[in-house]
């Protein structure tokens, strides 16, 4: 369990083979590609994109809460794919003869949902080989309005008391998940640059992959964000998503060369589970 900008993160994120983004604390997560055995306690998935290694879990995610009976998911599916799931869930109930219990959502970008009083998802678009997007989550909280600053607070008490709006609501930025992407979303989206905790992939770290080929597979490079380093003001950045062909020895190698000293501090690389012994 990782903890970042003061959020637990309990993560799982290899290129092409499986991401699940979970938030222990917030009870939700983002993508499912293989159901791991936590991820049934999570009752809202935001999913970013159909590839395999992002939904694939989803069916499993399901019966699995069923079979525990605990309440039906609600599952964030962006507009375009919402047929294709229902379909999708539809064939699994006849193949498993059970009738998994789901809640879709279709969200996209300008949409929001609300995870909890105090929190809202907001997708955004981001830059794939198909149709992909991110979400920021933004918190939402009441601050005192900036002209009462130096009231007292027996006074702000009675004007409350009167009637008086002595409140605001003020959004934050808590974390901003890209999904697969280009780079070009840093670009385009403030929320990515400015979330408190950014969960970015940055699936090739060398030249085994130059940054053209990775551009072709709707990836980020390494290259890229280092040559973009000053415009990112978050707290903390978790890379996800590295490509299987990278060793955690060789994932910690290239950031110490190539990360600049303005990302290094920040920069969290989610590393591929330790090799498990070998089976007998
Ligand atoms: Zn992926
Ligand atoms: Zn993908």
Redesign the pocket.
Known sequence: MLQLAGIAVDARSIGGMETCIQFPGLGFAFDIGRSPRKSVHRDVVLFT?A?M??MGGIAYHAATRALRHLSPPTYVVPHEKLEDVERLLGIWRRLDGSSLPVELVPLGPGGELRLRRDLVARPFRAD???P?QGYALWSRRQKLRPELAGVGGDEIARRRRAGEVVTRPVETPEVAFC??TRIEVVEREEVVRRARLLILEVTFLDDRVPVVEARAK?HVHLDEVCERASLFENEAILFTHFSARYTRHEIARLLEKKLPAALAGRVTPLYPPPASPPSR
């Open positions: 994109h590839h290694d992002h794939h080989v198909g992909c999904g697969d709707g």
